[in-house]
């Protein structure tokens, strides 16, 4: 037998009630139409018989009265009472003939019986209105025809009384018969509102089993299936109903075959990488870690469990390890930091980087640490190397200057045109080499920290003008025009600094400025910090070197078309501005030139 689908169970559930509502109110109101109609039948028998028997009556009294003495020897006013009296119950009669005779009968015997009563009826009124004419004409009259005329009206009375009772006794068969089929009716609606409560109660049970069976069980089922699957434990088995719910249930155990296969082949990645991949909770303690932790901190996963991360860190460094951690802590943005740790010699601390990102929903700060020893390795020989190649240069190629601008100011002897123009385009080459050294030596010492600031109140409008001196050769050679304003703004800084930063964003905007071209300066103080910019005329830097530029050795493609430059000028300025806790930016598009913008702070507490 085919399964019903939910829809199909769904409209069941909600037809089937309905469906037998609607049979309950229509059998009810058949059933009070047809109480109602047998309730009319008995109304109108009763008031038939009640408008007949007030018609004997009204008969009765009429003829009663008119034997009265009054008729035979009636005074002048005895006798206008009597006729006036006369009058009104004849008409009274008639009117109760009438509304007998006009109501609508339905069947035949009926309609003839009613028929037959109201001609008795007016041959009745007929001899008694006789029988007053008769009499006023006096006693002499009335005694020679009062005996054949009092039998004519007996007779009449007598075919009344009959018409009457055969009416009153069909009616009360009707009444009687209507009433014993309300009652019966009456009967009927009991049971069936009886039967129907039953039913409805019966039925109710009957669908909220199906309900329980067919729908909040397998609801139940997979409802428990996907708290496993969030807790991931194994499955209920597949429901085998076949329905709807069935097909659901198979589709939650592929997505929890699934999702163990993908977390086998994450816990597998996580387990053979060499990252140390752990959980903290909020006071530092591991709370799980892969197996990396033997190559960290020599021991197993399960020792490290409980135990703090400080317990690892060096010991000069853990409160800067602490203080590290709770930065992490403060907000659910990913931090990073170094420590030195106990490796699996405790003798040789391992250099790590801890990048974290804290989950306030589970209170745990996740962790990926890396091994850096071989980057600081790197880092230093290439320190080393930079600084020899700062240092050993730097005084063979001052010596070199020193004797070409001697030798190009002919101060050993003349030279030729062709021998003097070499020299002068050596020594400009030494000079671009020896701006590259000081560069490099200056880039390393910001970097690293080894440069102190030496902090002064400085004023701005000096230092620029203190940097445009600098370039003023390069400015003349190009004829550019270049442009200061802003007000008279006193800052706390290293002026020496600010100017090479200046020097370096003027040099730069030099550079890519046409000649003829226009550089305007400018600053301005609000609230908190101080603006600066350099604003060009050049070609304008696309959006994909703008993330770039302020990196070391890094140049547009026009800056390594033209051989100009050292790639560490601007990076030298994005230094010098993070040594003075501020920001520099640039605004750029292609073919309007470019606006760099340095910000300073004015508090660098």
Known sequence: MKKLSIEERGFLLVLFPLACQIVFVVFLTAQLWSIQSNIVKQSRSCELITKTISLISSSINLGYISHQPQYFFPSAHSRLATVTGDKRMFAVIN??????SSREEQDEVQRKKISYLV????????????LRDNQQRGWKYWKHVHENFEIALIYACNRLLNAADSVVQYEEAKRQGSEEATNTQFQTLNMFLTGAIGLTIAAAFVMAAIYIRDILI???HLGANCLRISRQEELLPVLADGSEFSNIDSILHGIRAATVE???????????TNDLICALSKDGKFLRANASTMQFFNEAPQTIVGKSFLDFVESEERNAAEASFKNA??????KSFELRVQGKNAETPVHTRWSCLFSRETEELFAVVHNIEQEKIL???KQDFVDM???DLRSPLSSMQVSLDMIGQEVYGPLSEEALKEVRGASRNLDRLLDFVNDLLDFQKLKHGALQLEHDNASIESMVQSAIDLVKPALQAKNIEIESTGDEIILWCDPKKLVQLLTNLLANAINYTPKEGHIAVAWKQDKESVEISVTDNGPGIADEHKKRIFEAFEQTPEAVSKGEGTGLGLAICKLICDAHKGTIKVDSVLG???KFIVVIPTNQA
Do not use: C, W
């Open 95 to 100: 009117d109760k003939l009438e509304q007998i």
């Open 119 to 130: 001609n008795a009826g007016q041959e009745t009124l007929l001899r008694l209105n006789e």
């Open 218 to 220: 397998p609801l139940k």
């Open 262 to 272: 993908e977390q086998e082949r994450e816990k597998s990645m996580v387990e053979n």
């Open 329 to 334: 802590i403060s907000d659910e943005e990913s």
């Open 379 to 381: 880092e230093k020989l």
């Open 389 to 391: 190649v700062s240092h």
């Open 592 to 594: 309007q030139g470019s």
